[in-house]
């Protein structure tokens, strides 16, 4: 079992930036595929960016790449969420994920994909 808590969300003007974190319990947090979500009031759950266990291999969605930048410190079993140049619309809960890397199946992009997940936090992006 994993538990994960995220940290970092806060109250942000457009254009500036904030560091998301994610604490996660347990043994083995180099072998769990880590991915961030978000979802804004009325919308559906919308991946935001994953990496490996490895932290060789990141991906992101086209709505963040360039702004954002995942990492993950496995010493600290801690994953991160740097974003930039913040817009209104990155406004959202954002949540925190993690997948077992040898019983995935399916898209890194998708949340059904995730075994774990953390409770959230709010990111705020307004003048």
């Known amino acids: 079992q994993v538990q994960l808590v995220e940290s970092g969300g806060g109250l942000v003007q457009p254009g500036g930036s904030l560091r998301l974190s994610c604490a996660a319990s347990?043994?083995?947090?180099?072998?769990?595929?880590m991915g961030w979500f978000r979802q804004a009031p009325g919308k559906e759950r919308e991946f935001v960016a994953s990496i490996s266990g490895s932290g060789d291999s990141t991906y992101y969605a086209e709505s963040v790449k360039g702004r954002s930048t995942i990492s993950r410190a496995n010493a600290r079993n801690t994953v991160f969420l740097q974003m930039n140049s913040l817009r209104p619309e990155d406004t959202a809960v954002y949540y925190c994920?993690?997948?077992?890397?040898?019983?995935?199946?399916?898209?890194?992009?998708?949340?059904?994909?995730?075994?774990?997940w953390g409770q959230g936090t709010q990111v705020t992006v307004s003048s």
């Open positions: 347990g043994s083995g947090f180099s072998s769990y595929h």
């Open positions: 994920a993690a997948v077992a890397e040898r019983r995935f199946t399916g898209s890194y992009y998708t949340p059904p994909s995730y075994e774990y």
